[in-house]
């Protein structure tokens, strides 16, 4: 079983800065995919930044540029830098982690964090 914590949403002004962070944690596990995905309400969720435990990372298209995922793979942390922040990135965003238990693997969500930014 994994556990994840994560932390640094709030509200802050259109071009504004946020950081998010997603710490998982357990026994006896390794982190493959690490990322954020993100929810408006009637919406599905969709995907804002992954990155491997190679550092291969993917971004959604609408936040190329402006937003900035890393991790750090001893303390099986995941970050997401939001700089020049809009109106239409308000929702709540979710950490996932795919953690890998010896011959096998499972997705993890995190609880959400709510992201406000307002005009």
């Known amino acids: 079983q994994v556990q994840l914590v994560e932390s640094g949403g709030g509200l802050v002004q259109a071009g504004g800065s946020l950081r998010l962070s997603c710490a998982a944690s357990?026994?006896?596990?390794?982190?493959?995919?690490m990322g954020w995905y993100r929810q408006a309400p009637g919406k599905g969720r969709e995907l804002v930044a992954a990155i491997t435990s190679g550092g291969s990372t993917n971004y959604a298209d609408s936040v190329k540029g402006r937003f900035t995922i890393s991790r750090d793979n001893a303390k099986n942390t995941v970050y997401l830098q939001m700089n020049s922040l809009k109106p239409e990135d308000t929702t709540v965003y979710y950490c996932?982690?795919?953690?890998?238990?010896?011959?096998?693997?499972?997705?993890?969500w995190g609880r959400g964090t709510q992201v406000t930014v307002s005009s």
């Open positions: 357990g026994n006896r596990f390794s982190t493959n995919v």
């Open positions: 996932h982690v795919q953690a890998r238990f010896g011959g096998y693997e499972r997705d993890y």
